[in-house]
Every structure is written in C-alpha cells, then in structure tokens.
C-alpha cells in the first residue's frame, strides 16, 4: 500500500518588532545630551566660518581657479548644517522643543528647505519607507527616491513622455531629483494637511525673512550682488549632490527590497531596507555620522551624537545578520544610478531603462 505523505507546513519564524529592536541598544542613545549638542553645534559654526573665510579669501581676491573649491567646501559644510537641523526636525537634537523648532529653522537657512515643510515631508519617509505604491499627491508617503514600477513607467511614457523624461533624468543625475523633490514637495502648500499649513506658512515666512537679511548682507560686505551665488546659491547646488548621495544609498540597492502594502513592516522598511552607506572617517565625522543611517531608523529619538555607540550595540545583536553595510567607492554610486531605475514587481528587484 502506498503511503501518501502531507507536505510538511514551513514554519517562518515571525520578524521582530522595532520595539523588540530597540532594547539591544542602551538606553542613553535615546536620551538628548545638551554637552554633545553644544559640541556638534560648535563643530558645525566652526566649520561654517571656516569655508566662509576661505570663499571671502578667494573672492577678495579674485582667484576664480579657487571659486569651485569654495563652492564645494560650503557645500559640504551646508550638508553639515543640515544634518543638525534633521535632528531638531526630529526634536532629538535637545530636549527641549522650542530651541529645536529656533535652530532648525536657522540650520536650514542655507539649504533652502523651509523647516516644518520638510519635517512633515521626512516623517512620512520614515512612516512608509521602501513601500511601494505611495500616493504622489501629498507629501505624507515616503515621496523621496521610490521608484516608478515598470507598469507605471510605461503608462507615463505613453500619456507624458515629458514627465517620462524628467523622471529619468532624476534617477540618473540625483543631485537633480533631491533638488526637483525640495521644490515640488515643500513649497506646494495645498499638499499639507489644513492644521500643518499654518506651520508650513510660518517656514516660509521665516526662510524668506532671515534669508532676506543673510542676501543683504553679503551684498553690503562684498558691495556685489553677484556675490549671493558665490556665497550661497551655488553651494547651495553643491550640497544636493551630498543630500542626494545619502538618502538615495541609504534606501537604493541592488540587493535592496520594495514592498506593497500588504507585504511591509517596520522591520522591514527601517531595517532591511535601510543602508549604512560608510565614508571615509573624516567625513563622516564633520558629517556628524549621517551615513550611518540604521540606528536613525530604528529610533528616530536617537541623535546623531549617538549613532554610532548604538550601531555597535546592533552590530552585537541577533539582528547583526540584517544590518546592511556599503563602503563608498565611485564604482559603485554609478552602478547603483545606473542600474536602480525601476522596480519589477514580477521578480522582485530593479532593473534598468534599457530593459523597459
């Protein structure tokens, strides 16, 4: 007689919670430090008057060889600003919320994101990460850097191939799509919800007001009012290149997953599908440890003074075997830029414009 066998069920064992996650990593990465801010603050003023200094120096001058070595170093020194000012967006900087609101509003300044625009804008990044299907209507889906499905891709190349086109630009020069996302997600007020609006407003006010005062006088102290594009507005350019690489590598991999609705958790948007993309030490270090990014997701608590001392307590955990790590190398940006462009739901993974 033959015997006929039942298929055994596979038991998966089921993914852990954020809040299972987040007893491996010892309390005090969660707690604001007022010394360590001061001191990354401090770093961060003093790298600014820095490259200010060297930009004046070039520019006094007139050495136009040095003008795209100043353009860089501010550049560089805005993404310095900017990452404390994601901190007090994320009202973990200091404890206190009024003092994050003030120097978050001023640490923006010369990036050009009004504050609470993009505080609503990057908690929703945080909320809905690597999830498929957002909507592009609002700014509370992670509207940043999710790829267009192949479907979607060829039913905007039919009906807009303009947007088609743009679209493609975006995902092959980031620098262009980070500063495209800033325009289009935080300067639309009526894509903000009616008791967010007030706050949006009152950014702008604030970005346009001080802004005002910052153009005015690099204008009085050069007595030029070419002076603003050295000073500002092309660094400002230059930092998208960094604001790019970051978010972009941080959640865009050829080994990384997207997931529909039905099919994504916190575990795996904030950990599997979060990159620690690593920099050379010294900068990261003026970068006040952005690239590494894991800690940030699992708890958007914890300070950038603090991402590294709550890696290496993840690094010692259970959940070390889903910690993704990459080392910056120029191979392989370009690779990932020209690889990840959309999203083959069928199998799973990116492919490339040529293939569609």
């Not at 993914?15 to 010892?26: F, G």
């Amino acid at each position: 007689m033959i015997q006929v066998f039942e298929p055994l069920e596979i038991q998966t064992e089921k993914e852990p919670t954020l809040s299972e996650v987040k007893k491996v990593v010892r309390e005090k990465c969660f707690q604001p430090n007022s010394k360590k801010a001061s001191l990354f603050l401090f770093s961060g003023i003093l790298q600014f008057s820095l490259a200010g200094v060297f930009s004046y120096f070039a520019w006094s001058l007139g050495y136009w060889v040095l003008f795209p070595v100043a353009w860089f170093l501010m550049g560089f020194v805005f993404t310095s600003l900017f990452v404390l000012g994601h901190d007090c967006a994320h009202e973990s900087f200091t404890g206190n919320k009024k003092l994050n609101s003030l120097l978050g509003h001023i640490l923006f300044i010369p990036t050009f994101y009004p504050y609470y625009a993009w505080k609503y804008s990057h908690a929703a990044h945080h909320q809905h990460t690597n999830e498929l299907y957002a909507s592009a209507d609002t700014v509370y889906y992670d509207n940043a850097w999710i790829p267009m499905t192949v479907n979607q891709y060829k039913t905007l190349k039919r009906k807009f191939p303009f947007r088609a086109f743009a679209y493609k630009a975006t995902r092959l020069f980031i620098p262009l799509g980070s500063l495209i996302h800033n325009v289009v997600y935080h300067y639309s007020p009526s894509k903000f919800k009616a008791d967010h609006k007030s706050n949006v407003i009152f950014s702008y006010f604030i970005l346009a007001g001080l802004g005002s005062i910052v153009a005015g006088s690099i204008c009085y102290a050069t007595g030029s009012i070419f002076a603003i594009f050295h000073f500002w507005f092309i660094p400002a350019l230059f930092f998208q290149f960094w604001m790019s690489l970051y978010t972009f590598l941080h959640h865009t991999s050829e080994d990384m997953s997207f997931y529909p609705k039905e099919e994504w958790n916190q575990y795996r948007g904030q950990i599997k599908s979060t990159t620690n993309y690593k920099m050379p030490r010294f900068i990261s270090a003026l970068h006040f440890h952005i690239d590494c990014h894991i800690p940030h997701h699992l708890n958007i608590k914890i300070p950038s003074y603090m991402l590294l001392a709550a890696q290496i307590d993840l690094n010692q955990s259970k959940y070390s075997e889903d910690i993704q790590e990459e080392t910056f190398t120029w191979k392989h940006y370009f690779k990932t830029t020209n690889t990840c462009n959309l999203w083959d739901e069928v199998n799973g993974k990116y492919v490339r414009f040529s293939k569609v």
